[in-house]
């Protein structure tokens, strides 16, 4: 039987557990089955069952980040007879431990991410990679403790610094609710006859490429980057791409396209180009499925940019 999920993270004294009680006792989840709250990190809130509207929620507590197995969460399940879990996760946990374990037949129906809005700039600072961990699938966004002095801006860059799709929500201190309404125009021009990538923008591109193809299928591009030749490529072809860190230097990827080329035998690994091409969205072998493949119209000889791993910084 399928098990959805409501996933809560976030970093100690987020609020996840006020929040949790909160949703528990104002909407009745739990009318058509038993619920089962399991508890990764146990903070200074603590829950109070009685206030829930039903008895039919049952709390377990996982300690370690080890014993999360596919074993263990089917038998809390089963022990409990549950047909809905609710998860506070531990912020000092990678999700990957989570996602990695699920029972077969378990999803992540909504994912939210909760933070305390005056401390979520110290962490991002000291523990990039954790935010990013917990950012990088998260639906939503929600911030606490938001008042007239709190930098939206600031918050709103964090957050699309990982993913442009994140809904952001604020709770104010007076409890009121708030959407961001921050626009995202992105930094080069969409409908120009030959879209220019500039080099510190190579990141945005690729991720803004990535989440939306359709909406570059038939577009013409220009932008700088390294040429990626090997075996398992088709002759007349060649990638084209940059080396993209998203939060620290362990998180570094190659990003690139599938460039068709008819003098691609003339180009050498690991050279940089300016390439101009117009790309049309096909299936190729080095995609699983359908993906961009950049028919090249142009490719000259580039020095390396100043910066050679795109960020989004």
């Keep these: 039987m399928e098990m ?22 104002e909407q009745n989840l739990t009318e058509d089955g038993n619920t089962l709250l399991i508890i990764c990190e146990e903070g200074i ?25 596919p074993e263990l969460l089917s038998s809390l399940a089963e022990k409990h ?16 431990s989570l996602y990695s374990n ?27 990679s954790l935010v990013v961990d917990k950012l990088t699938s998260c639906d ?14 600031a918050l709103h860059k964090i957050v699309r610094g990982v993913g442009r799709t994140t809904r952001i929500l604020y709770e104010m201190t007076d409890g009121t609710l708030e959407y961001d309404t921050i626009e995202d125009p992105l930094p080069f021009d969409i409908h120009a006859d030959i879209i220019k990538i500039e080099d510190r923008d190579f990141a945005w591109w690729y ?12 577009k013409k591009v220009h932008f700088k980057g390294v040429v990626l030749k090997d075996e398992t490529i088709p002759k007349g072809c060649f990638v084209c791409g940059r080396h993209i860190m998203t939060c620290c230097a362990d998180d570094i990827q190659y990003a ?3 460039c068709k080329w008819k003098s691609s035998e003339t180009l050498k690994s690991q050279k940089w180009v300016e390439i101009t091409g117009k790309i049309a969205m096909e299936k190729h072998k080095l995609y699983e499925g359908p993906g961009p493949v950049l028919k090249i119209t142009s490719v000259v000889p580039a020095a390396p940019p100043e910066e050679q791993i795109a960020t989004f910084n």
């Design 81 to 96: 007879k549950a047909s809905l879990v609710m998860i506070e996760y531990n912020g000092m946990w990678q999700l990957a």
């Design 256 to 258: 690139g396209l599938v």
């Design 102 to 128: 699920l029972p077969e037949e378990w999803y992540v129906y909504q994912e939210l991410f909760l933070c305390d809005s005056t401390t979520f700039e110290n962490y991002n600072r000291n523990m990039r």
């Design 140 to 153: 939503l966004a929600a911030f606490n403790r938001v008042d007239e002095n709190t930098d939206r801006m």
């Design 45 to 69: 809130e603590e829950y109070d069952p009685s206030a829930f509207p039903a008895p039919n929620v049952y709390c377990e507590v996982i300690e370690e980040e080890e014993d999360i197995t």
């Design 207 to 218: 991720r803004d490429l990535s989440e939306d193809m359709a909406k570059y299928d038939g």
């Design 4 to 25: 959805p999920i409501y996933l809560f993270t976030g970093f100690l004294e987020a609020g996840k557990t006020s929040f949790i009680q909160q949703t528990l006792t």
